[in-house]
């Protein structure tokens, strides 16, 4: 991947390491539960509220999207709305989701339901991602769904009648799952969804919690069509895929001692934790209650000594996002990490495994891809170095993360992306002592 497949960023991080982490903080509103909160009560009768939601670049996407529907939306604040659900209208040009993964495959799901035709389309970043996979499903549900090249965005859905299926999803995709089960909102009968593995539930709590027929017994959803979806007020709990930064730059850091409050910690998003625990991690997890039908608690993180995990099979899916800053971590742990099974993550904004081990390099690591994972040999100290994020969130934040326990200041070309799921990253990094800032790039022309 050569740079030239990225705009160009306009902004940087700069990061001098060294600082401990230290005190009590939290972060944004989760990115899953935000997307999926604005799009099941555009569909639901009623006015649903929704607080502490995480205004970020790809969940706005997805707001948009509802809003060119002729979903009325009352901004209270940028984290507060309420949506007033209800009939769709056609919308008057192609949904945008910019790189929003999940918000064109879930919608894709529900405009494949609706008697009008719609067309879902993104960033140049989202037109390179696989959409056959829920492109397929769909197609055997009776829709009608063409993409650019045999499945990439612009998707352009037909309106057509729905029937109920029984699927074995292939991959362990949220995403997929959610598709689906939109989709079987609309219809003539049953469908029953089977994942390999234990994929992010938010959609199955949210829609039982929401009225919908749905049962779940271990990886089989069963969902009836046709019942209407009842308006809810939901709060969002914060996001441990953001939160999963400070967390680990906390333990890699000597001398940090830092708390992060009201986490979601439902069970398909904590395989990090169970890893960082495996590591000899000095976290402590504290559920203290439900928040929208999800568990949420308080993590404490101190500076650890970590030893090297080998990483595969049923949790790689409850830890996929985590996959770039668990290599930070990896990086400074002692033995050899080894990663199977996370193939996914080379169909992620970008090629998350591809991009890491060059990024880290230009820092000095030593990292061995796979086919579907990594491995390295640890502890490696890194040193700073200018590095670039690609336009994916993740990587971008990770690579801060893995230049705060560097030697040596670094530069993370691209702050931008950090705001597609985790806006004030830089503040809130510097909240708990680290020193991040952001820059505008220098015009070399
Ligand atoms: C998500 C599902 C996951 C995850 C993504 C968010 C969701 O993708 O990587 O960031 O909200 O459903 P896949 O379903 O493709 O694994």
Same mark, same amino acid.
Request: glycine share 10%.
């Given at each position: 991947m050569t740079q030239k497949d990225h705009p160009q960023p306009k902004d940087r991080f700069r990061v001098r390491p060294g600082a401990p982490l230290a005190g009590t903080t939290t972060v944004p509103g989760d990115k899953s539960l935000s997307h999926r909160a604005?799009?099941?009560?555009? &569909? *639901? #009768?009623?006015?649903?509220?929704?607080?502490?939601?995480?205004?970020?670049?790809?969940?706005?996407?997805?707001?948009?999207? /509802? #809003?060119?529907? $002729?979903?009325?939306?009352?901004?209270?604040?940028?984290?507060?709305?309420?949506?007033?659900?209800?009939?769709?209208?056609?919308? @008057?040009?192609?949904?945008?989701? !910019?790189?929003?993964? +999940?918000?064109?495959?879930?919608?894709? $799901?529900?405009?494949?339901?609706?008697?009008?035709e719609s067309v879902l389309d993104g960033s140049e970043q989202l037109r390179r991602r696989p959409m056959n996979r829920i492109?397929?499903?769909?197609?055997?549900?009776?829709?009608?769904?063409?993409?650019? =090249?045999g499945g990439y965005a612009p998707l352009s859905v037909k309106p057509s009648a729905l029937r109920g299926i029984g699927y074995t999803m292939p991959m362990a995709s949220a995403q997929v799952k959610s598709a689906i089960l939109l989709a079987a909102l609309f219809a003539d009968g049953e469908t029953t969804v089977t994942q390999p593995g234990p994929a992010r539930d938010h959609t199955e709590r949210m829609l039982a919690a929401m009225g919908a027929r749905?049962?779940?017994?271990? =990886?089989?959803?069963?969902? #009836?069509?046709?019942? #209407?979806?009842?308006?809810?007020?939901?709060?969002?709990?914060?996001?441990?895929?953001?939160?999963?930064?400070?967390?680990?730059?906390? &333990?890699?850091?000597?001398?940090?001692?830092?708390?992060?409050? =009201?986490?979601?910690?439902?069970?398909?998003?904590?395989?990090l934790l169970d890893v960082l625990q495996e590591m000899g991690a000095d976290l402590t997890v504290?559920?203290?209650? &439900?928040?929208?039908?999800?568990?949420? $608690?308080?993590?404490?993180?101190?500076?650890? +000594?970590?030893?090297? /995990?080998? /990483?595969?099979?049923?949790?790689? !899916?409850?830890?996929?996002?985590?996959?770039?800053?668990?290599? /930070?971590? @990896?990086?400074?742990?002692?033995?050899?990490?080894?990663?199977?099974?996370?193939?996914?993550?080379?169909?992620?904004?970008?090629?998350?495994?591809?991009?890491?081990?060059?990024?880290? *390099?230009?820092?000095?690591?030593?990292?061995?891809?796979?086919?579907?994972?990594?491995?390295l040999f640890g502890p490696q100290m890194l040193r700073g170095a200018q590095v670039y994020g690609h336009d994916d969130h993740r990587i971008s934040m990770s690579l801060v993360v893995a230049a705060l326990a560097a030697e040596g200041d670094a530069l993370v070309n691209d702050a931008r992306c950090a705001g597609d799921s985790f806006p004030g990253f830089a503040d809130v990094m510097r909240g708990i002592g680290a020193d991040v800032t952001v820059e505008v790039v220098p015009d070399e022309g």
């Open positions: 604005v799009m099941f009560s555009a &569909l *639901a #009768q009623g006015a649903s509220r929704i607080k502490a939601w995480l205004p970020a670049g790809d969940t706005e996407a997805s707001l948009r999207a /509802v #809003q060119a529907l $002729g979903v009325q939306v009352e901004r209270h604040s940028a984290h507060e709305l309420t949506i007033h659900g209800g009939a769709f209208t056609q919308p @008057a040009s192609p949904l945008d989701l !910019v790189n929003a993964g +999940t918000g064109i495959r879930l919608l894709t $799901g529900i405009m494949a339901g609706q008697p009008f492109i397929q499903p769909l197609r055997l549900m009776g829709a009608s769904i063409d993409g650019v =090249n749905l049962t779940v017994d271990g =990886n089989t959803i069963v969902i #009836q069509p046709g019942s #209407q979806l009842e308006a809810i007020d939901f709060t969002v709990p914060a996001d441990i895929s953001s939160a999963a930064f400070p967390l680990v730059a906390a &333990l890699i850091i000597p001398g940090s001692d830092l708390t992060l409050t =009201n986490i979601n910690l439902n069970p398909t998003r904590t395989g504290t559920e203290t209650g &439900l928040e929208a039908g999800e568990p949420v $608690g308080t993590i404490r993180a101190r500076h650890s +000594t970590l030893k090297a /995990v080998r /990483v595969g099979g049923e949790v790689v !899916v409850r830890m996929i996002d985590e996959f770039p800053i668990f290599m /930070v971590a @990896a990086l400074a742990a002692e033995g050899e990490t080894f990663v199977k099974d996370a193939g996914e993550l080379r169909v992620k904004e970008t090629d998350r495994i591809a991009v890491m081990v060059a990024e880290l *390099a230009k820092m000095g690591a030593a990292i061995t891809e796979t086919e579907d994972g990594f491995y």
